[in-house]
């Protein structure tokens, strides 16, 4: 019998060879809280506006969906308009599978051989194979202690290798950290011949008076602010993304992007999602509330916990965070095994499910 082909057997890419498929683990268990979901479902009633979206979209499945579906980032600038007080047009909106493909769109117009992308670490795990897959090197610089970027860094890091694309992520992923507008200028004032794009996925949970990026747009043509309606939005399983940024960047995303890209069933459902966005926002607050409760308590009990603006909290250290998650997972709830070393992530979830962690972790730590 012909041997199982493998994929030392195929023609794979060299720089691909001991790379492993990206996603945190699924587990079937009581507590899920290791991918900064909501933890609330759609309501009933917008579950069956959707569902009655999807069905008038279906009538025309035979054709292809609306290729630059201008109605739908219609709809998104006017959610940015109430959301944040930034005044866009359409063309001033992108959107895609998920904020992943979103900015797999920008380091395929900005980045590609030769071109650099820089960020600072600790942040989120997928850039560094955006640049992979787009062929673009990839600079990490450094974060501080409490996991601000430096400016005089950011500067320094900027001149040295003089990026086509520089990523911010405001709030942090993961450590929740969000950055002031200041040092944002900074980087665009330093980074003139780069695009920078602020990922601000978890943009709604950030705490009172903290501002968005989306303020500077006025100002910098090369600036793109990303969003995502997988969070607060409690749309993780539409996948759908989205940016805000000049039309001339939008109009560079739009040379890239695959045809007919985002699909009738995806357009319809978002914008039947986004007709509702107060309701579906409605846990914001509580969700905020309960990051905010769970870093006093964390902190009380004596971790080590990152200032969030997320719906996330970033806690330590353990000499063996791994035996810690472990440990959680034994008792039923999962959390993420990501950051520094001896640095672990939980999503806030509902009241019952941080109550269940909160008693896990103390029998896990007891034990130790």
């Given at each position: 019998?012909t041997?199982?082909?493998?994929?030392?057997?195929?023609?794979?890419?060299?720089?691909?060879?001991?790379?492993?498929?990206?996603?945190?683990?699924?587990?079937?268990?009581?507590?899920?809280?290791?991918?900064?979901?909501?933890?609330?479902?759609?309501?009933?009633?917008?579950?069956?506006?959707?569902?009655?979206?999807?069905?008038?979209?279906?009538?025309?499945?035979?054709?292809?969906?609306?290729?630059?579906f201008?109605?739908?980032?219609?709809?998104?600038?006017?959610f940015l308009?109430?959301?944040?007080?930034?005044?866009?047009?359409?063309?001033?909106?992108?959107?895609?599978?998920?904020?992943?493909?979103?900015?797999?769109?920008?380091?395929?117009?900005?980045?590609?051989?030769?071109?650099?992308?820089?960020?600072?670490?600790?942040?989120?795990?997928?850039?560094?194979?955006?640049?992979?897959?787009?062929?673009?090197?990839?600079?990490?610089?450094?974060?501080?202690?409490?996991?601000?970027?430096?400016?005089?860094?950011?500067?320094?890091?900027?001149?040295?290798?003089?990026?086509?694309?520089?990523?911010?992520?405001?709030?942090?992923?993961?450590?929740?950290?969000?950055?002031?507008?200041?040092?944002?200028?900074?980087?665009?004032?330093?980074?003139?011949?780069?695009?920078?794009?602020?990922?601000?996925?978890?943009?709604?949970?950030?705490?009172?008076?903290?501002?968005?990026?989306?303020d500077?747009?006025?100002?910098?043509?090369?600036?793109?602010?990303?969003?995502?309606?997988?969070?607060?939005?409690?749309?993780?399983?539409?996948?759908?993304?989205?940016?805000?940024?000049?039309?001339?960047?939008?109009?560079?995303?739009?040379?890239?992007?695959?045809?007919?890209?985002?699909?009738?069933?995806?357009?319809?459902?978002?914008?039947?999602?986004?007709?509702?966005?107060?309701?579906?926002?409605?846990?914001?607050?509580?969700?905020?509330?309960?990051?905010?409760?769970?870093?006093?308590?964390?902190?009380?009990?004596?971790?080590?916990?990152?200032?969030?603006?997320?719906?996330?909290?970033?806690?330590?250290?353990?000499?063996?965070?791994?035996?810690?998650?472990?440990?959680?997972?034994?008792?039923?709830?999962?959390?993420?095994?990501t950051?520094?070393?001896?640095?672990?992530?939980?999503?806030?979830?509902?009241?019952?499910?941080?109550?269940?962690?909160?008693?896990?972790?103390?029998?896990?730590v007891?034990?130790?």
């Open positions: 019998m041997e199982p082909t493998t994929l030392a057997d195929l023609p794979l890419r060299e720089d691909l060879r001991d790379e492993h498929p990206y996603g945190a683990p699924q587990l079937d268990v009581p507590v899920v809280l290791n991918v900064n979901e909501n933890p609330y479902p759609v309501a009933p009633e917008i579950v069956a506006d959707i569902a009655d979206a999807v069905a008038r979209a279906a009538v025309g499945l035979n054709r292809y969906p609306d290729r630059e201008l109605d739908l980032r219609a709809d998104l600038a006017a308009r109430t959301e944040s007080g930034a005044e866009l047009t359409p063309e001033q909106v992108w959107a895609a599978n998920g904020s992943n493909e979103v900015m797999l769109h920008v380091l395929q117009a900005f980045g590609g051989p030769g071109r650099t992308a820089l960020s600072f670490a600790p942040t989120y795990s997928m850039y560094p194979e955006y640049a992979r897959d787009t062929l673009t090197t990839w600079v990490a610089g450094r974060r501080e202690d409490d996991f601000t970027v430096d400016v005089d860094h950011a500067r320094e890091q900027i001149r040295r290798y003089r990026p086509s694309v520089v990523l911010l992520t405001s709030p942090n992923n993961p450590t929740g950290t969000a950055l002031p507008l200041a040092t944002v200028e900074a980087v665009l004032e330093a980074a003139q011949d780069a695009v920078v794009v602020v990922d601000e996925a978890y943009g709604e949970f950030r705490r009172s008076g903290t501002p968005s990026a989306l500077l747009l006025p100002r910098y043509g090369n600036l793109a602010v990303s969003r995502t309606m997988s969070k607060a939005f409690s749309l993780a399983g539409a996948r759908v993304g989205y940016l805000a940024a000049s039309t001339a960047f939008v109009d560079a995303l739009r040379i890239v992007r695959l045809p007919y890209h985002l699909s009738a069933v995806t357009q319809a459902t978002a914008r039947a999602a986004l007709k509702h966005s107060a309701t579906l926002l409605s846990t914001v607050d509580e969700l905020r509330a309960r990051r905010d409760e769970t870093v006093a308590w964390l902190r009380g009990n004596g971790f080590d916990v990152a200032e969030s603006d997320a719906n996330f909290v970033l806690f330590g250290r353990f000499d063996d965070r791994h035996a810690v998650w472990q440990g959680l997972l034994d008792r039923g709830v999962l959390i993420r095994e950051g520094p070393a001896g640095w672990l992530r939980v999503t806030i979830g509902t009241a019952d499910e941080m109550q269940k962690f909160r008693t896990a972790l103390q029998e896990v007891g034990q130790q």
